[in-house]
């Protein structure tokens, strides 16, 4: 589909230049064929868009009139189990910016876009307007996503400190940190590719307009940075936890160890009359069995004693 802005937005399934204004346009890799010889794109970045990219920070290629770079865009907010991964290609060129569809199965990505281009006036409406709005779509549920995450590794730290974590709190923190990896990457790739737009190497922008550009670029760095500090917490709160395991680990081997002190002169006592000697006075003796008693609990209450005083416990 097709958007020229003018007095108003006017859609098209086909191709056609807007000589007095903006055009917009969300392909397909079909549609995309027959418009890279009509709009003089390489060969190389047709072939580009046949695939997903694997990485992030795939590249960004600078023509004489065009740019062309493919962009991983991701949902932070999406069911356990789902892919939060769309696949596009952008091309952004004077008065004009494509994008395409390398693989968007639940139409977010589109959807976003045709929110973008009725963000401003049609009249008004600029190229570096529009990418502009198109990425502040795709970040648009950002923010809240970090500040819950935020809040949930609070509470993780609130718990340790506590005493009482939750059994699972050493695989969610690393499934934290994997997100946090994914968004930290995310963002460096946006922020690559608005670098590139800044420079504005091949003039296809106004330089009256980079402010909006700049002004996407510091809250793409903005979020980057809130969740490195979150990332960096999580880091910490592994540290925390691993402290919390190790002083739980000891609490237990103290009391095994007091414990064991306790009972060992018992173990000396029933080792000691559980010889077989024929002449041990006790054994002829008529109170020699609560003798016995009275000696075990006469020994412990003196050890457990001494060991209170040493504050063992």
Known sequence: MFYKFSDKIKSSQEYSPNKSGLLAGYVTNEELQDLASKMKFDQS??????????????????YDDYTFTE??????????????????ALYFKKDTLI?????DTDLSTKNKFERAIKRFSPST????????????????????????????????????????????????????????????NYYEQCLDVFETLDANENDIFETDSLMYIANITQRITRLREDVDSINNAVV???????????????????????LSTVFFPLTIIVGWYGMNFLYMPEFAWKYGYLYVIGLSILTIVIVALIARKKKWF
Request: charged share 30%.
């Open 125 to 184: 409406m600029t190229l570096e307007k529009l990418i502009y709005a198109f990425f502040d779509e795709l970040l648009s549920k950002d923010v809240s996503f970090i500040e819950q995450l935020g809040l949930q590794v609070s509470d993780m730290e609130e718990s340790i400190l506590e005493g009482e974590p939750d059994d699972e709190i050493n695989s969610n923190l690393l499934k934290i940190k994997r997100k946090l990896l994914e968004m930290h």
């Open 99 to 103: 994008v395409v569809d390398v693989e």
């Open 45 to 62: 970045t047709v072939e580009a868009c046949q695939s997903k990219t694997k990485i992030f920070r795939s590249g960004i290629e600078i």
């Open 71 to 88: 962009l991983k865009v991701i949902d932070p907010v999406h069911k356990e189990g789902e892919d939060n991964t769309d696949y596009v």
């Open 236 to 258: 910490h709160l592994q540290d925390a936890y691993s402290a919390y395991l190790d002083k739980k680990m000891n609490n237990t081997m103290k009391y095994l160890t007091v």
